[in-house]
């Protein structure tokens, strides 16, 4: 069958709202009228787990890690990093960083308190970098933290820590790291299994007060907040697996702000249209991916992989589902990233070479249609997020494609919470339809997505989700981070995304940009392309 907007629409995926007008049944916590003591925020994904430590679902997990945690800095709209449990962001002027880049002094605000009042100090700092570098714990990165060769507490309100060699990107490592408490977690056995990871404290703006599992969470203002209250006393994050239910509720008014997502691509131009709502459009520092789990014996051999990618039509994807809102990228980065490569040439939408390709490595027809080597089929499944509408439309694309070549691609979709939970990180995926960020802030760095030492299901830590190692990778990521001149760590960036070209444990398809729709009253919601966290100033959020 041909994939076009129509064949979409009419499969449920592009356009229509028939199947949106029914609204989340009864609890009057839902009404229409503004109420100005409390924000509704929804998404599509719903987040897994609490702890800021462990795996996050980028976009989707930082919302309560934004509402109950705080990070030694932050960064702005702008760019800027501004100080949170921090006095001042450290620097070589004001005497935070040594001369040669090694020694890091943090001073630390006084009088903050966690939660349930218990006094936060430099202790619950080095507790956070501790449980970061302890081997039992499936920490999400430990980028910039495994270079601390000493970390000592000065007093309760300075920390100082020693570096074995310069990391540029050490304030994006700590500005990604919100702290936790120790004199909770600190008496937990087992961190990963912590009753904390679902209930937690936090020095945030907002404390959790519900949770309804499939729902939607429940946040109250926390009147101890050190950098003020919350403007408003109440935030409800709700989950609406489908986009298009979403929209219509976003539309309706049943809910204040729709982030994430967003609305669907076909929907941009009316949603600018509404005079009594804003239209925002948000680039994120996301990359769409079909990421392929090269542990898995059809995607073992990286020829296979970048044959597999030539037969996907890629700018067919990003012009037919996406409606052009997005830019078509060939990296890890988005193309207005200072260390894109813009070299690289687009070998997809290229069937021919594809099969040509899969033909001369052994992989033949079969009689059931489907190549096969050596007892392994070219067949397999190909998971993201149940009800993202654009992302279905764009798997069927792909499957029409691969078939075309004689390859087997099924459908298999699930919550947000099942497909980010150990289905991806302990690699049981045969390949997902994904967006990430880089790891440490928009720097280039992507240790944790792609070094050899960092695939969690063998070391149990960071984010190579797709069991990738190419030991020409690893040296080039190491020398990246450690290198201060900009202009050498472009060619150190450009040939680390010329090998993931040619190797594709992840094929990139397009880089994110997302449209919000709020109610025209709501303000304080800033587009930062810096975070993947639409939520990153919650505090500042309120009605007009």
Request: charged content about 20%.
């Amino acid at each position: 069958m041909s994939i076009t907007r129509r064949t979409l629409g009419k499969a449920g995926l592009g356009t229509g709202l028939a199947a949106a007008a029914t609204p989340l049944a009864a609890p009057a916590v839902w009404g229409q009228a503004v109420n100005r003591e409390r924000i509704i925020l929804a998404m599509t994904q719903e987040p897994v787990q609490f702890n800021p430590l462990l795996f996050v679902n980028a976009g989707t997990e930082n919302v309560p890690e934004a509402c109950m945690f705080d990070a030694l800095w932050d960064i702005d709209d702008t760019g800027t990093f501004i100080p949170n449990l921090a006095v001042q962001i450290p620097s070589v002027a004001n005497g935070g960083i040594s001369a040669d880049g090694l020694t890091w002094k943090v001073n630390l605000k006084r009088d903050v308190k966690w939660s349930d009042g218990a006094p936060f100090s430099a202790k619950d700092v080095e507790f956070t970098y501790r449980t970061i570098m302890s081997p039992n714990v499936a920490v999400r990165s430990r980028g910039g933290f495994d270079l601390i060769t000493d970390f000592r507490v000065i007093d309760d309100h300075t920390v100082e820590m020693k570096l074995s060699r310069p990391f540029v990107p050490f304030l994006w490592a700590w500005q990604n790291m919100h702290i936790v408490p120790q004199h909770i977690l600190a008496k937990e056995a087992n961190i990963q299994t912590a009753a904390f990871n679902s209930n937690p404290i936090g020095t945030g703006p907002f404390m959790l007060r519900q949770r309804v599992a499939g729902s939607h969470m429940v946040y109250e203002r926390n009147p101890n907040y050190h950098r003020g209250p919350a403007k408003v006393r109440q935030f409800i994050h709700k989950f609406v697996p489908d986009t298009n239910v979403a929209y219509a509720q976003a539309r309706t008014g049943e809910v204040d702000y729709f982030g994430l997502q967003g609305v669907p691509n076909d929907r941009w131009q009316e949603a600018r249209g509404f005079a009594d709502r804003d239209f925002l459009t948000y680039p994120t520092p996301n990359v769409q991916f079909v990421y392929y789990n090269c542990g898995k014996p059809q995607f073992a051999d990286p020829r296979v992989r970048k044959a597999l990618t030539m037969a996907l039509e890629m700018q067919r994807s990003v012009d037919d589902v996406y409606f052009g809102n997005q830019p078509r990228t060939l990296s890890y980065l988005q193309p207005t990233h200072w260390a894109y490569n813009n070299k690289l040439v687009d070998y997809t939408a290229n069937p021919d070479g594809a099969a040509k390709m899969l033909d001369e490595l052994g992989w033949r027809v079969g009689a059931d249609g489907i190549r096969a080597k050596d007892g392994v089929q070219l067949k397999f499944t190909c998971s993201t997020t149940a009800g993202n509408a654009p992302r279905q439309g764009t798997q069927q694309l792909f499957q029409a494609n691969w078939k075309k070549i004689g390859v087997e691609m099924e459908i298999r979709n699930m919550p947000a919470s099942v497909v980010w939970g150990e289905f991806t990180t302990r690699s049981q995926f045969d390949t997902l339809l994904v967006a990430w960020d880089p790891t440490v802030g928009l720097d280039p760095d992507y240790t944790a997505r792609a070094h050899s030492k960092q695939i969690p299901v063998r070391y149990n830590v960071g984010s190579n989700y797709v069991q990738y190692a190419n030991p020409e990778v690893d040296a080039l990521f190491e020398r990246g981070v450690s290198e201060p001149d900009r202009e050498k760590r472009i060619a150190i960036y450009h040939r680390v995304q010329e090998i993931l070209h040619e190797e594709v444990p992840f094929a990139p398809q397009l880089g994110s940009v997302q449209g919000h729709l709020k109610k025209k009253q709501l303000t304080g919601p800033r587009p930062n392309q810096y975070v993947t966290d639409i939520t990153w100033n919650v505090q500042d959020w309120h009605w007009i």
